[in-house]
């Protein structure tokens, strides 16, 4: 009798507790749990859970979210307002099944193609051309012309049959455009595949010898520095991103990679977040406008924190690499110009684990990393004192510390490399010297934060992985596919962010050896503390947006990392050697 | 029959009257971790005198520039659907750390629980048009909350990830949230149990975490949970049970592997 009502009550206890019986039965459950000691247990066990449960801390919403939506709402009022169901077939094309039926559809095609005799006397390459006009020279030159017409899809040069060179072997705009693996043409739409080119491979600065894993290039998209207002750009902006975590690096990553195809969804660029730019493009501002903020279906948002004075600091919050695209290219009025810095402890940590493996067992990344299209990061430190001196003068406190690095910081900020000169001509093509794993490096000074020296310890120990996935990332480069197995090890068909036919690998590199360094780094841990887009200097001529992440320690062993040096200290921001040549369109 | 109330005497002093579902459910809880509560934002416990049941919550106070504090929210939906974003601004301001909690036990993470609040309300605001008030705004918000949360972890799941974001990594999180470390033994003794108990929790299978994070911690009742993961309260009884359940047996199993180390 009693085990039949400890089954029969038993199922009831977590409704007791939580009040949800009807009163006859709470009554029945009362009375059972007199007489029965090992329900009267549960009961209490499941009664102190729940209310464990209740005392978990709570988490509020982050400062500003509401607001943060309404200006999503804002932008994309009307697309948003309009949205109606997407069909069912809609959902194919994001599925599986749909690349499936893609594949099978376009081999049902390829065959009609071989043995019908009405498609032997079509020229599929002809129609192609005709549906998607070449424009060639816009993708690759510097200034591009007007391109395509903006509901093209972006894409000034998007001929299927070619792509995009990667960027390690980016020409430099005057040279005709390089003709690109057609894997990557073949995984992607026409109109994702264009107008945008590594601008790196310009710097006509000499590389100069440095060992630093942290050389990503300053990345630029014609189609939208095709719309960069040149010196309408407001002198100061700072977009700040604030990833936290893993999926904010992601998001970060996938930004990098998605870029360009964000960029060319985005081609009605600029709108001036703040209206102080970006009054040319009017027509393109007008389309933005009717488009979806948040891209597909993620959030986006770009809130600026003291509108009227300069810097203006916009938060970018966002949950998926394109609306974070999105997000910056509406931010940024001008010339995106992506640069990576990263601050001083977390370079030295990782340079430190990278100066860790012995260059007989793994000499590769270095030259990966030299190699990787990155051959302009080197030797930009006249260029990056310059424009960190015109930074500063704007009174941006981070490029304070570039502009005068503290000798403590001196060696971090040399490792890491300068160039912060956005408006730096194109040029220096040619790979980078490249150095060996154990060449000497600046981060390895005795005057190093103690971070460093736990980090690289730590780096010693747990140096493999971090340069299975360089190699992996070289073989990528070596393969000029741009999509080959990708740090996660992802095939490239698999990767949500495209390539859009550029090599982006250099770029990301950093990251995503911060990002394994976060990992690696148990002792020590870090994250990308924020990412600033900042526009060039007045001076420059080109309207580029510098994208800066910063490294800064998180949690209490992360603080005590910086212990020695303040964490309200401004770091020396690590600029990445960059330089870019935003290329500008003619008016529209 | 104290215990049968045990979910709800667990409301802060001066949040007034139990949940109920619905616009109810609009009444902001106090952050029951002060320590998590940040900067510039004060306790949100709804203790607004205000005689409709929709309680404003006091978070963002600094930044509450809507100028519709004052209305319902039956008002505020009505004037969202005609476009008014300030209006669908105090709707987001009244539930969005609700939403935001429960995203963040949903998903585990603070940097996508951010995320997927926003999305939520993008998402709401895109669909608000065919929102009709049959259900309570909140109601209706979490439930898209939870689509959204449930739909984003499975697909994370799937993802080869760049930085673990495990456990372990949550751990490392809650912890740089807490940074309180010379806290006497009793309390790093409660934050322990607490991260284990989070740990559990986003071991959890998804369907029962869903109706125990809704009941335990937003402290829904049975009618609105059933609402949101829209099925019958019978299921939703049934998962917390079982649920919970679980969640002993695992917290068990945490405290065995423990006492073994």
Redesign the interface.
């Known amino acids: 009798m009693a085990v039949r009502e400890c089954d029969r009550f038993g199922a009831y206890l977590s409704a007791y507790v939580d009040g949800e019986l009807t009163p006859a039965r709470s009554a029945e459950i009362e009375r059972h749990l007199l007489t029965c000691a090992d329900c009267k247990r549960r009961h209490a066990e499941l009664r102190d859970l729940a209310q464990s449960l209740a005392a978990l801390p709570r988490l509020a919403a982050p400062p500003g979210l509401a607001t943060e939506v309404r200006r999503a709402i804002s932008r994309g009022d009307a697309a948003h307002r309009s949205e109606t169901p997407r069909p069912w077939w809609v959902g194919l094309l994001n599925a599986r099944a749909g690349a499936a039926a893609a594949v099978f559809a376009l081999a049902l095609f390829t065959a009609w193609l071989a043995w019908s005799p009405v498609a032997s006397r079509w020229d599929a390459q002809e129609e192609l051309r005709r549906t998607f006009p070449p424009a060639a020279p816009s993708a690759e030159t510097p200034a591009p012309p007007e391109g395509p017409a903006r509901g093209d899809g972006l894409v000034s040069t998007a001929q299927p049959e070619r792509a995009v060179p990667p960027a390690a072997h980016v020409e430099p705009p005057s040279q005709p455009p390089v003709a690109a693996p057609p894997a990557i043409s073949a995984v992607k739409p026409p109109e994702l595949r264009v107008a945008a080119r590594d601008t790196v491979s310009d710097s006509p600065s000499p590389p100069t010898e440095r060992s630093s894993p942290f050389r990503a290039n300053s990345l630029e998209v014609t189609s939208i520095a095709a719309d960069a207002p040149n010196a309408d750009v407001p002198a100061a902006m700072e977009v700040v991103i604030a990833p936290r975590t893993a999926a904010e690096y992601d998001a970060i990553l996938q930004l990098l990679g998605t870029k360009l195809e964000a960029k060319a969804q985005a081609q009605g660029l600029p709108v001036a977040a703040g209206g102080a730019a970006a009054a040319e493009p009017r027509r393109d501002a007008e389309e933005i406008e009717k488009r979806p903020a948040g891209g597909g279906g993620g959030a986006s948002s770009v809130t600026s924190a003291n509108d009227g004075d300069l810097p203006r600091v916009f938060s970018v919050r966002s949950s998926s690499a394109r609306d974070l695209l999105l997000a910056l290219a509406e931010a940024a009025p001008g010339n995106v110009d992506v640069r990576l810095e990263f601050g001083a402890d977390a370079v030295t940590q990782v340079q430190r684990m990278f100066d860790s493996a012995p260059a007989a067992e793994d000499p590769a990344p270095p030259a990966a990393i030299a190699d990787g299209a990155d051959g302009a990061l080197h030797g930009d430190e006249a260029k990056d004192n310059q424009a960190a001196s015109d930074r500063t003068a704007r009174g941006q406190p981070r490029e304070r510390a570039l502009a005068e690095p503290s000798a403590a910081k001196e060696t971090e900020t040399r490792a890491a490399g300068g160039g912060a000169a956005t408006n730096a001509p194109p040029g220096a093509a040619g790979p980078a010297p490249t150095e060996s794993a154990s060449a000497p490096k600046p981060g390895s000074d005795a005057n190093a934060p103690p971070v460093a020296g736990r980090g690289g310890a730590r780096g010693s120990e747990n140096k493999t992985p971090m340069f299975r996935m360089e190699r992996r990332m070289m073989r990528s480069e070596a393969n000029e596919s741009g999509r080959a197995a990708d740090l996660e090890g992802r095939p490239a068909g698999e990767d949500d962010a495209p390539r859009a036919g550029i090599d982006l690998s250099a770029a990301i590199e950093p990251l995503r050896w911060l990002a394994a360094g976060a990992t690696e780094f148990a002792g020590d841990v870090f994250s990308v503390g924020r990412a600033v887009i900042q526009p060039p200097a007045a001076t420059s001529t080109n309207g580029g947006i510098l994208v800066r992440v910063v490294i800064m320690p998180v949690g209490a062993r992360g603080t005590d990392a910086f212990a020695s040096d303040s964490r309200d200290q401004q770091m020396p921001s690590l600029a990445l050697p960059t330089a870019s040549q935003p290329a500008t369109r003619g008016a529209p | 029959?104290p215990?049968?109330?045990?979910?709800?005497t667990?409301l802060p002093d001066g949040c007034g009257a139990l949940l109920r579902p619905g616009v109810d459910c609009l009444t902001n809880?106090q952050?029951?971790?002060s320590?998590?509560?940040?900067p510039?934002?004060s306790a949100?416990c709804g203790n607004s005198s205000r005689p409709d049941s929709v309680q404003p919550v006091e978070?963002?106070a600094v930044?509450r520039t809507t100028g519709k504090q004052h209305l319902a929210e039956a008002e505020l939906v009505a004037l969202a659907q005609r476009?008014d974003?300030?209006a669908?601004?105090e709707l987001?301001?009244r539930c969005?750390?609700r939403?935001?909690?429960a995203c963040?036990?949903l998903c585990g993470?603070?940097?996508?629980?951010?995320?997927?609040?926003?999305?939520t309300?993008?998402?709401a605001?895109?669909?608000l048009?065919r929102f009709e008030l049959r259900s309570g705004f909140f109601t209706w918000v979490f439930r898209i909350a939870v689509n959204l949360a449930l739909s984003?972890r499975r697909q994370?799941l799937r993802?080869?990830?760049?930085?673990?974001?495990d456990a372990e990594?949550q751990t490392?999180?809650e912890?740089?949230?807490?940074?309180e470390?010379d806290d006497p033994r009793g309390r790093v003794l409660q934050r322990e149990?607490?991260e284990r108990?989070?740990a559990a929790?986003q071991r959890l299978d998804e369907e029962f975490r869903a109706a125990?994070?809704l009941?335990?911690?937003e402290?829904l009742?049975?009618a609105a949970i059933a609402e949101i993961l829209q099925t019958p309260i019978g299921t939703v009884?049934?998962r917390?049970?079982r649920g919970?359940?679980a969640?002993?047996a695992m917290?068990a199993d945490l405290d065995e592997d423990r006492g073994c180390a």
């Open positions: 029959m215990e049968a109330r045990v979910g709800r667990l809880l952050l029951r971790g320590h998590r509560s940040r510039g934002r949100d978070t963002n930044n476009g974003a300030a669908f601004e987001v301001l969005q750390d939403v935001h909690n963040y036990r993470n603070e940097a996508e629980a951010a995320d997927l609040t926003q999305s309300f993008l998402k605001y895109r669909a048009g984003h994370a993802r080869p990830r760049l930085v673990a974001d990594g490392r999180l912890a740089v949230s807490e940074p470390q149990r607490q108990l989070a929790l125990v994070i009941k335990d911690i402290n009742d049975y009884k049934s917390i049970h919970r359940l969640l002993r917290l």
